[in-house]
């Protein structure tokens, strides 16, 4: 398995794309004016606590207020609420915690109005972006994240990930960083820690406690509201977070940006620093790997797959619903409930796909094809958790129903990603069509069709702009056509022919698509 990830910059954004064996798993988009990122710390004043909702309306900068629920205090908001008063002030110069007097934990059933009020400077944390007319959603739960851990402020908690399996590799880790950690601060066993020495782990929690005293040092004179602790740019926070052995490349346009990358990689993984590749070409980027080509023809209402199958993604304001359909496809060898597990199975790897590339959140509703043998229905749900045990969003799989649903929750905590597939129609103004290069897949997908049925001879004739297309390059697509199906296609331009109007025609001349 290769994974690469590409970065495209522009004037105002800078795109990172993943790939998984050439094909794109995963899309991000980091704007300048991003200023509420997932991650980000704010020293912010309290606008009101209102008891109905448990939760507080904080102004953190943004139109409309940040949500601030009860749960999300933390246990220990009163020592960092009497922390930010008194680094604030300027009484407390050592920001380490050693010596530090903490306050009682919070009640967990507690009124928010008994805990925080009007006015008050507080330290909040974005948890979930602004999404559509909703403000931000915060946490006074602090946490840093790093490569190998994440530090907690105002806890003693040690804990590892759950992903690894290992009982003597949890406890080695547990006593490892109990050995370093400092006082007044939890910390997090991340998984990529699996294997990795105590002068790794410390290095890391020394870099995250550089960056704990840097944010304390802006509090003194920071304007409220005003951001004190930025997530890392996307390059580095995605490197981070995925970056493993399995990485080949990592290819970016920008000689700044390849910088910064290069010298990111150096320090979490210095073997793989000859990876990161500056590209230098008249090619863009993303239409050098194939990326330009996926967005198109991934983005649309309708997903088309390999041997006919399709998926079909609608979108409501309460939830995401995906239909499963086998298309036209027929594979005489093999009887109705095991075409409906290979579709199925097929599906379940576009879906895991498709919820990570667009960043889909919240319930998702699948309506695969229905099957009758209760260990394909299992075999099905394996399947598909496997497929989205790579997911870094929290999610929830539920077996399938009687219906023969499977319902997925999947944590959003951006807007999600939301690319436009349609482009203007030539033929008639104010009218939009499918791109041109969904066109070119619709009619391979047509011609192997016909293939299948046994045409010796076949014509398509297209407008003049789409045929020309077909034939031009090595290997032009009617190349590829033939080099697949050792079929030459006669390709007839015709100027009375609408943009997007193409027809197939056998050796009589007779209409047949």
């Known amino acids: 398995m290769n994974k690469e990830l590409i970065i495209r910059t522009g004037s105002s954004a800078v795109d990172f794309a993943l790939l998984k064996d050439g094909k794109l798993i995963e899309l991000n988009k980091e704007e300048d004016d991003s200023n509420f990122a997932v991650g980000d710390i704010f020293i912010a004043k309290v606008r009101k606590a209102v008891p109905g909702l448990n939760a507080g309306f904080v102004n ?10 009860y749960h999300d205090l933390g246990p220990q908001v009163l020592s ?7 680094v604030s002030t300027g009484k407390l110069k050592d920001y380490s915690l050693k010596d530090f007097p903490f306050e009682k934990d919070i009640d967990k059933d507690g009124s928010i109005t008994d805990v925080i009020k009007s006015n008050q400077s507080l330290l909040v944390q974005v948890v979930k972006e602004p999404i559509s007319t909703k403000g931000p959603r915060i946490s006074s739960e602090l946490s840093l994240p790093g490569r190998y851990i994440v530090l907690v402020p105002f ?18 880790l547990k006593r490892l960083v109990k050995s370093i950690k400092p006082k007044g601060f939890g910390i997090i066993v991340r998984t990529v820690a699996e294997g990795r020495k105590v002068a790794e782990l410390d290095n ?3 870099n995250l406690m550089g960056r704990w005293t840097g944010m304390c040092k802006k509090l003194h004179k920071a304007p409220h509201p005003s951001k004190v602790l930025g997530e890392l740019n996307r390059a580095s926070s995605i490197l981070r977070d995925v970056f493993n052995d399995t990485f080949t490349s990592i290819c970016v346009d920008d000689e700044t940006l390849y910088t910064q990358i290069k010298d990111y990689v150096s320090e979490i993984a210095p073997k793989k620093e000859s990876i990161v590749k500056l590209y230098d070409s008249n090619v863009p980027i993303f239409e050098k790997y194939g990326i330009e080509r996926q967005i198109k023809t991934t983005f649309g209402r309708t997903v088309s797959m390999n041997k006919g199958a399709y998926l079909v993604i609608e979108h409501t304001e309460a939830m995401h619903v995906i239909d499963v359909n086998s298309g036209n496809r027929s594979n005489k060898s093999k009887n109705q409930e095991d075409t409906a597990l290979e579709v199925n199975l097929i599906s379940a790897t576009e879906i895991a796909r498709q919820l990570r590339l667009r960043d889909m959140g919240g319930i998702i509703v699948v309506d695969f094809i229905d099957m009758n043998k209760a260990e394909n229905r299992k075999a099905l749900y394996d399947h598909l958790r496997d497929e989205m045990s790579d997911d870094r969003a ?7 129903s009687k219906f023969g649903l499977i319902q997925i929750t999947r944590q959003r905590v951006r807007p999600e990603m939301n690319i436009k597939t349609r482009e203007e129609n030539p033929n008639k103004q104010g009218d939009e069509v499918e791109a041109p290069i969904v066109l070119v897949n619709k ?12 045409y010796k001879k076949i014509t398509l004739s297209a407008h003049p702009f789409i045929a020309a297309f077909l034939t031009r390059g090595f290997p032009s697509p009617r190349a590829k056509w033939f080099f697949d199906h050792k079929r030459w296609v006669k390709i007839v331009p015709r100027d009375a022919y609408t943009y997007l109007e193409y027809h197939f025609h056998d050796k009589d001349g007779e209409l047949i698509k």
């Open 80 to 86: 960092l609420l009497k922390f930010v008063k008194r």
């Open 60 to 69: 953190v900068g943004y139109t409309k207020d940040a949500f601030l629920h």
């Open 155 to 172: 806890s003693n908690r040690v804990s590892v990930s759950q992903k690894i399996e290992s009982k003597e590799e949890k406890d080695r």
């Open 443 to 454: 009619i391979t997908t047509d011609l192997e069709k016909l293939i299948k049925k046994d």
């Open 394 to 400: 929290k999610h929830k799989i539920l077996p399938p």
């Open 204 to 206: 890391d929690l020394q």
